[in-house]
């Protein structure tokens, strides 16, 4: 199972924004693009067989990039799928993370980046934080996610 935040606010904004501003920047400003956040493993060189998973199922939301965060500290081979790792900072062991530090990472992330959807492994790990990353980001996490069936379909 996986969780996806999807920020519908700037969804909304895209869809009604005015033709003053130029194609571009519309474009640019509007393309979809997913964040997913690795959990940590202890084998610092692969990634948890449920980040796996959520990077899969990221791949069939839409045809945008991938991006990936992780607290590991070294190399960490990634999937074809994945088209930029965010190497994050955390103070001690990272397989011992507080909710607060992975909320702070992906909010920083997002000013960055703007992702459309945000999706995270519906383990204990992603469920420690993402209510939080909601509430920090406006938006209402969609959790328990167990298949993604096609791109144009969404839930209302």
Do not use: W
Not at 13 to 37: K, M, Y
Not at 72 to 84: N, T
Not at 140 to 151: F, H, I, M, T, W
Request: glycine letters at 6%; one cysteine or more; hydrophobic letters at 40%.
């Amino acid at each position: 199972m996986i969780s996806i935040s999807t920020n519908l606010a700037r969804r909304a904004a895209c869809r009604r924004s005015r033709p003053t501003i130029s194609a571009a920047f519309h474009q640019q400003r509007c393309s979809e693009s997913t964040l997913v956040i690795a959990e940590p493993s202890s084998d610092e060189s692969a990634l948890a067989p449920s980040t796996l998973s959520a990077i899969s199922a990221a791949s069939k939301l839409h045809s945008g990039p991938i991006s990936l965060l992780t607290f590991s500290s070294g190399y960490v081979g990634v999937p074809s799928a994945v088209s930029s790792v965010i190497q994050a900072k955390a103070d001690g062991d990272h397989t011992n993370l507080l909710a607060e530090t992975v909320t702070n990472a992906v909010v920083a992330a997002n000013e960055k980046h703007a992702y459309s959807h945000i999706v995270t492994a519906g383990t204990k790990f992603g469920a420690n934080y993402l209510g939080r990353m909601g509430a920090q980001l406006g938006v209402s996490p969609v959790s328990d996610v167990v298949e993604v069936l096609s791109e144009g379909m969404h839930i209302i």
